[in-house]
Every structure is written in structure tokens, then in C-alpha cells.
Nanobody, 131 residues
Framework: QVQLVESGGGLVQPGESLRLSCAASGFTSDYYAVGWFRQAPGKEREGVSCISWKDGSSYVADSVKGRFTVSRDKAKNMVYLQMYYMEPEDTAVYFC????????????????????????WGQGTQVTVSS
């Protein structure tokens, strides 16, 4: 069973950077997509970025493009979301999710990010951007 555990959230000031980590376990092959999502109070969940576990191809949503990057370290079973130039609007609970399948390339990854399905979720980590 896939388990995901997020970490790295916290309070940062506008303009600062933060890196979130998603520790993954239970993968039975290399064919997984892992995505980052966020949900702010009173708002719907938003897909932020995702990555192919096998080949590292990735997709970043337009809403954060140029400020967020996603990466993975297969040796450590970790997926990271690096956030730069953070804004108060980035305040949210951030989740990672995974889906088994052959997801590769931005087109396929973006379709999965926004349409799912999502097999496994982490518990989330709070990110607050405030001065």
C-alpha cells in the first residue's frame, strides 16, 4: 500500500523560499505519478505540480509556473516541491498524492493532475506566507 508523508511546511515571509518534501513508500514499480496539491481555507483543492516517478518529466501549473519546481530523488523515495518568491496567496495546506500508471510528459501529467484519479494521499502540511 502506498503511503505518502509530507513535511517541510511552516511560516515564511513574502518573497522567501520553502521546500516541501513528500516521503513515498510502498511503490511496487517505477510507474507512478506523484503530484502536489494545495487547499486554502474556503477554496477548492488546486493541483500545483506533478512528476513522473520513472523518468522525472514534470508539469507545473500556470498559477505557480516560474516560482515552483518539482523534483524527485528515487534513491531516497522523496518528491520535493521547491517554492520561491512566495506570496500570501500561496498560504494553504499542501498535499501530495500518487497514482500508479505510466504517466510521462507534461501533457499526460497535467491531465492526471487536474482530472485524477488519485490513489493515495498524504496528510498534508501547512504553509503560511505572512509578514
Amino acid at each position: 500500500q502506498v503511503q505518502l508523508v509530507e513535511s517541510g511546511g511552516g511560516l515564511v515571509q513574502p518573497g522567501e523560499s520553502l521546500r516541501l518534501s513528500c516521503a513515498a513508500s510502498g511503490f511496487t514499480s517505477d510507474y507512478y505519478a506523484v503530484g502536489w496539491f494545495r487547499q486554502a481555507p474556503g477554496k477548492e483543492r488546486e493541483g500545483v505540480s506533478c512528476i513522473s516517478w520513472k523518468d522525472g518529466s514534470s508539469y507545473v501549473a500556470d498559477s505557480v509556473k516560474g516560482r515552483f519546481t518539482v523534483s524527485r530523488d528515487k534513491a531516497k523515495n522523496m518528491v520535493y516541491l521547491q517554492m520561491y518568491y512566495m506570496e500570501p496567496e500561496d498560504t494553504a495546506v499542501y498535499f501530495c498524492a500518487a497514482r500508479r500508471g505510466h504517466y510521462s510528459g507534461a501533457d499526460y501529467l497535467s491531465t492526471w493532475l487536474f482530472r485524477g484519479p488519485y490513489d493515495s494521499w498524504g496528510q498534508g502540511t501547512q504553509v503560511t506566507v505572512s509578514s
